[in-house]
């Protein structure tokens, strides 16, 4: 059965797709206060990966694990958004599936902090030798 949603193609398709990645943007800044947070970190951080002296390999691990976490935290998101969706009722697997995505985040998180620590670090404790 073919989905009468997907009927978009080309340009008409990409400009729909843009306006739909807007407004997601847009609900993760308004509605989750983490996605707040992180997108404030990453507001000091990218800037910080562009202008500190690295590699370019490390420019892009520095800025690339501070976008992850916000790649992570929008899927953690709708995957909430879809269980509450669905009900608000206390469930085992709800739970599961909130703690997995919850988890999903925290490891992106150490991640993000791992490379800066490794990449960023030497760099910055060279500053104040």
Request: proline content about 3%; some cysteine.
């Amino acid at each position: 059965m073919k989905n009468p949603y997907k009927g978009n193609r080309g340009f008409t398709r990409a400009w729909h797709a843009l306006k739909n990645s807007i407004n997601g943007f847009r609900d993760a800044w308004r509605e989750e206060s983490a996605f707040r947070q992180e997108l404030t970190f990453a507001a000091i951080l990218v800037p910080c990966g562009i202008v500190i002296p690295v590699t370019a390999v490390e420019h892009v691990l520095l800025i690339g694990s501070v976008l992850l976490v916000l790649i992570i935290e929008l899927l953690n998101s709708s995957v909430e958004a879809a269980i509450d969706r669905i009900s608000l009722d206390l469930h085992e697997l709800s739970k599961r599936a909130k703690d997995f995505g919850s988890a999903a985040v925290m490891v992106a998180l150490l991640l993000c902090l791992l490379t800066w620590v490794l990449l960023a670090g030497p760099v910055v404790l060279h500053w104040f030798k």
